[in-house]
């Protein structure tokens, strides 16, 4: 029943927008996210008392999954808010934690993550963003990107660094910028899906009250570090509903499509590399969803949160190439969703840590931390 009203809000609510999103992309953004807020479909991980649905990891995998499936790809279509919401509504200000977690369920607002820097990427010990406290208040001076919701976001969990250059990790906090705050500048890049709102932002003696420290100074990155190995299991999820959808509509189209008097789908070229790809797709797919069950038991899943995030990718995106490659010349054409998904999908290989990145936590977790240090060069 929870997966069907999913489903439903893709089938009755998003898809049928698909030619007004071309037209007006921000304003289906929005009108989607109000409507999932309404639906309760963003608050689904965040507790109950914070006013969320509290619901489990393997329900918002299954949320994940179904909305994935839309047409209009994960650029528009929203999705519960990421448990990096949670560390907010736990250890943020009462009164900050008040007056944004209503706006963040209902789709009234949205807030991004800004954690990833120019020059440094993952590396947080390079993050070069300060926030130099200052009376009541923290003063702000850095820049921050590529980041998403350039221009819808109203705000952003920002890792800034609040202990002396050399700290590493334990000098990085966690705080929420307002993005109409003097001094926040915004810039847009144009991304290969172009409905994706992606560019960077910067910080010019931005100065935020002191409630607006989320946590204690110096356990920023632990906090987000925290929600991260939840989010590289559930992040697939939503890949898999889409290749899984053009998956099904190709191997429809393959049965329908008659060549030389036959069904495309009964010459080999075109069958075997479908079930190649459904076979692959499904096997991922019960690998992820066991990952989301003990992740519900079990804390410890970094090895095999990065195990599903990179090869569930990768897969995702090799069915996507096979159902363009059948639908011959349309697949490779806006008529229908594939070439879309497929480029949505190719930026998992780079959001939220890059493949090579997942590579790198899987050959800790595999090898030891001495290994994984030299790999870094830190010894």
Not at 93 to 101: F, I, L, P, R, T
Not at 142 to 154: C, D
Not at 212 to 231: A, K, P, T, W
Request: net charge positive; glycine share 12%; aromatic share 8%.
């Amino acid at each position: 029943m929870f997966r069907k009203s999913i489903r439903d809000f893709v089938t009755q609510v998003a898809d049928p927008l698909y030619f007004e999103a071309k037209k007006n992309p921000a304003g289906v953004r929005k009108k989607l996210w109000l409507e999932a807020g309404r639906r309760g479909i963003m608050g689904i991980a965040i507790p109950e008392k914070y006013g969320g649905q509290g619901g489990s990891v393997l329900m918002q995998g299954i949320a994940k999954e179904e909305l994935g499936r839309s047409k209009l790809v994960a650029t528009l279509v929203p999705a519960p808010l990421l448990t990096i919401y949670e560390r907010f509504a736990e250890y943020g200000n009462e009164a900050v934690v008040k007056k944004w977690m209503p706006k963040f369920m209902s789709g009234e607002a949205q807030c991004g993550i800004g954690s990833t820097e120019p020059q440094s990427g993952s590396d947080i010990s390079g993050f070069v963003t300060t926030a130099v406290k200052k009376g009541k208040s923290y003063i702000l001076n850095g820049e921050k990107g590529p980041v998403s919701g350039v221009q819808s976001a109203e705000a952003y969990f920002i890792l800034a660094r609040t202990g002396p250059a050399g700290s590493g990790a334990k000098g990085v906090s966690m705080f929420l910028v307002e993005t109409g705050r003097p001094g926040v500048e915004l810039s847009n890049f144009k991304a290969m899906e172009e409905t994706w709102e992606l560019g960077g932002i910067k910080l010019d003696n931005v100065e935020i009250p002191e409630e607006n420290l989320i946590g204690q100074e110096g356990r920023g990155f632990y906090q987000m570090m925290g929600s991260l190995d939840v989010e590289r299991i559930l992040l697939p999820m939503g890949y898999i509903g889409g290749a899984m959808e053009s998956l099904e509509e190709s191997i429809e189209y393959a049965k329908s499509r008659v060549v030389w008097k036959r069904p495309i789908a009964s010459f080999e070229g075109v069958m075997f590399p479908l079930v190649e790809a459904v076979t692959r797709l499904e096997t991922v797919r019960c690998y992820a969803y066991d990952v989301m069950r003990t992740a519900e038991t079990d804390k410890n899943v970094t090895k095999y949160a990065s195990m599903a995030r990179w090869i569930v990718t990768r897969t995702a995106l090799d069915a996507l190439d096979t159902c363009i490659q059948v639908n011959g010349a349309q697949g490779y054409t806006d008529q229908v969703p594939h070439e879309r998904r497929y480029r949505w999908v190719r930026s998992g290989l780079i959001g939220h840590g890059t493949q090579e990145i997942q590579k790198l936590v899987i050959g800790r977790e595999i090898f030891g931390k001495e290994i994984y240090d030299l790999a870094l060069g830190r010894k």
